[in-house]
């Protein structure tokens, strides 16, 4: 399997987490404050320069109002 950090799907995943953390109105130190985590945490996602595990994924879901589930799908479809 290949390295999947850089990748469309990736950059994709990346673009749709801030468009959904800026529509819900958080800034990246209010979401990692919600998240119980530091700033430098969702900057680091955010960047690209960390994966997003699943159950990361969940939380983000659940504090920012998505479905994960949709989120996914709309992944699936970038090649």
């Given at each position: 399997m290949?390295?999947?950090?850089?990748?469309?799907?990736?950059k994709a995943l990346i673009a749709m987490l801030i468009a959904?953390?800026?529509?819900?109105?958080?800034?990246?130190?209010?979401?990692?404050?919600?998240?119980?985590?530091?700033?430098?945490?969702?900057?680091?996602?955010?960047?690209?320069?960390?994966?997003?595990d699943v159950v990361e994924l969940i939380w983000l879901a659940r504090v920012l109002g998505f479905d994960a589930a949709q989120l996914v799908k709309a992944i699936e479809a970038v090649r």
């Open positions: 290949a390295k999947t950090l850089g990748t469309e799907q990736h959904k953390r800026e529509a819900a109105g958080f800034t990246q130190a209010e979401l990692a404050n919600a998240l119980d985590e530091y700033q430098s945490f969702v900057a680091r996602l955010e960047s690209g320069q960390r994966r997003v």
